[in-house]
């Protein structure tokens, strides 16, 4: 806890007493501790008073605060693929085409700590194929790097030329038979997965 003045300490037991009453507090008791021998806890109610409204107000808090949580999940980042085109170059030989949108509003690294600290891992593409099918280019594992969300955007207009670095492509080119199927693959630590079949036409 920050150090603050003792005269807040008064205010905050004074809330405790009138809003919280007797289960603000666990009357002082002795305990045999195994390493410390005869010890006396008590004190405050940490479950209801600094972790949690008393009960009584629990559903004012909830009414408050559910709103908030409810809309900051919406605003968290989320995968949507844009563009996922298989082409035909020749006999057996099949260009796969992908391109992966952000259209959440924060970023896949959710913040700037996160990026800076390396403990978000970049969008993963994976695709899987069936023994006897083989990726000629690209590697079955890509990564593709973060995708910036809408909060960096001005607007979305045809008229406004805003950055496209919610965006991500990736092309593999395989060798397999017409009718094989392909399993892709696109995660995301904090903007979700998809998992999608390809059939090669």
């Given at each position: 806890?920050?150090?603050?003045?003792?005269?807040?300490?008064?205010?905050?037991?004074?809330?405790?007493?009138?809003?919280?009453?007797?289960?603000?507090?666990?009357?002082?008791?002795?305990?045999?501790?195994?390493?410390?021998?005869?010890?006396?806890?008590?004190?405050?109610?940490?479950?209801?008073?600094?972790?949690?409204?008393p009960?009584?107000?629990?559903?004012?808090?909830?009414?408050?605060?559910?709103?908030?949580?409810?809309a900051?999940?919406?605003?968290?980042?989320?995968?949507?693929?844009?563009?996922?085109?298989?082409?035909?170059?020749?006999?057996?030989?099949?260009?796969?085409?992908?391109?992966?949108?952000?259209?959440?509003?924060?970023?896949?690294?959710?913040?700037?700590?996160?990026?800076?600290?390396?403990?978000?891992?970049?969008?993963?593409?994976?695709l899987?194929?069936?023994?006897?099918?083989?990726?000629?280019?690209?590697?079955?594992?890509?990564?593709?790097?973060?995708?910036?969300?809408r909060?960096?955007?001005?607007?979305?207009?045809?008229?406004?030329?805003?950055?496209?670095?919610?965006?991500?492509?990736?092309?593999?080119?395989?060798?397999?038979?017409?009718?094989?199927?392909?399993?892709?693959?696109?995660?995301?630590?904090?903007?979700?997965?998809?998992?999608?079949?390809?059939?090669?036409?």
């Amino acid at each position: 806890m920050r150090d603050h003045p003792h005269e807040d300490d008064l205010k905050i037991l004074q809330w405790a007493d009138e809003n919280v009453g007797e289960s603000a507090y666990v009357n002082w008791y002795e305990y045999e501790h195994p390493q410390l021998g005869k010890v006396e806890i008590g004190g405050w109610n940490n479950m209801y008073t600094w972790r949690n409204p008393p009960h009584h107000l629990m559903g004012e808090e909830s009414e408050r605060n559910v709103p908030f949580a409810l809309a900051l999940g919406k605003m968290l980042p989320h995968l949507e693929i844009h563009t996922l085109d298989v082409e035909k170059v020749s006999e057996g030989t099949y260009t796969i085409n992908l391109v992966v949108d952000n259209d959440g509003f924060f970023p896949t690294y959710t913040s700037n700590q996160g990026k800076k600290r390396g403990t978000m891992r970049p969008l993963r593409a994976e695709l899987e194929i069936p023994e006897g099918a083989e990726i000629v280019n690209g590697r079955a594992k890509e990564n593709l790097g973060h995708l910036e969300g809408r909060s960096n955007k001005l607007g979305q207009t045809f008229m406004l030329a805003t950055p496209t670095d919610n965006r991500a492509r990736q092309e593999w080119t395989v060798k397999a038979t017409a009718g094989t199927k392909l399993q892709l693959h696109l995660t995301s630590e904090r903007a979700g997965a998809i998992h999608t079949e390809i059939v090669l036409p």
